[in-house]
């Protein structure tokens, strides 16, 4: 099992960025899938997810109307699109999947991309 992120990026405040993770090795389809993110001296956070099923999803307070997770899972694809970005928002962003829609909330999900790093100024 494979998550490679891809679409980071330094860009200016009020910007936006397309972040992609392909997912090799199994149907992402069958997992709840999301993205992470950790800032230096900052604990990680769970920016946003989509579950399985109807693709219900999830956003952190500080990334809501600002943020959007969308799956194609066609292509085996998860996106989060990023606008309005602040500097606040620079991070090392994951990719991670989980069969759990607890665990890829609130604990550490099973399978993690190598991150993407993202920078506003």
């Known amino acids: 099992v494979q998550l490679v992120e891809s679409g980071g990026g330094s860009v200016q405040a009020e910007g936006s960025l397309r972040l992609s993770c392909v997912v090799s090795?199994?149907?992402?389809?069958?997992?709840?899938m999301g993205w992470f993110r950790q800032a230096p001296g900052k604990e990680r956070e769970a920016v946003a997810v989509?579950?399985?099923?109807?693709?219900?999803?999830y956003y952190a307070d500080s990334v809501k109307g600002r943020f959007t997770i969308s799956r194609d899972n066609a292509k085996n694809t998860v996106y989060l699109r990023l606008r309005s970005l602040k500097p606040e928002d620079t991070a090392m962003y994951y990719c991670v999947a989980d069969p759990s829609p607890y665990t890829i909330r609130f604990a550490s999900p099973r399978y993690w991309g190598q991150g993407t790093q993202v920078t506003v100024s």
């Open positions: 989509i579950y399985t099923g109807g693709g219900s999803t």
């Open positions: 090795g199994y149907a992402s389809s069958r997992y709840c």
